[in-house]
Nanobody
Framework: QVQLVESGGGLVQAGGSLRLSCAASGSIFSINAVGWYRQAPGKQRELVAT???????NYADSVKGRFTISKDNAKNMVYLQMNDLAPEDTAVYYCNADITYYSGGGHYSSRGYWGQGTQVTVSS
C-alpha cells in the first residue's frame, strides 16, 4: 500500500513563506511525475506545479517566480517552497504522484496517488 502525506500548511500573513512537504511511503519502486495541486473554496482543483522523473518543471502562471517544486528521490519526498504568499493562494494543497510499486508475484504496477491535503491560509 502506498500513501502520500502532506505537511507544512498553516496560517501566514501576506508576503510570508511556507514550505509544504509530501512524504511517500509503502512498497515504492519509483516515483515518476509528481505535482502539487490546490483547491480553494467553491473552485475546482488546479495545478500548481509539477516535476517529472527527469526533473522537468512546470508551474501555473499564477505562481511562477514565487513557488518552487523540488524532490528528494532518496527520501521519497516532494516539497513546495512558497514565497511572497498572497490571499489568493489560500486553498487546500494536495500532493499527487505517479508511483511504480511492487504489486506482488514478481510484478510491478503504476498508478496515481493523492494525499489528504494540507490547508494554507494567507491573511491580508
Amino acid at each position: 500500500q502506498v500513501q502520500l502525506v502532506e505537511s507544512g500548511g498553516g496560517l501566514v500573513q501576506a508576503g510570508g513563506s511556507l514550505r509544504l512537504s509530501c512524504a511517500a511511503s509503502g512498497s515504492i519502486f519509483s516515483i515518476n511525475a509528481v505535482g502539487w495541486y490546490r483547491q480553494a473554496p467553491g473552485k475546482q482543483r488546479e495545478l500548481v506545479a509539477t516535476i517529472t522523473k527527469t526533473g522537468s518543471l512546470n508551474y501555473a502562471d499564477s505562481v511562477k517566480g514565487r513557488f518552487t517544486i523540488s524532490k528528494d528521490n532518496a527520501k521519497n519526498m516532494v516539497y513546495l517552497q512558497m514565497n511572497d504568499l498572497a490571499p489568493e493562494d489560500t486553498a487546500v494543497y494536495y500532493c499527487n504522484a505517479d508511483i511504480t510499486y511492487y504489486s506482488g508475484g514478481g510484478h510491478y504496477s503504476s498508478r496515481g496517488y493523492w494525499g489528504q491535503g494540507t490547508q494554507v491560509t494567507v491573511s491580508s
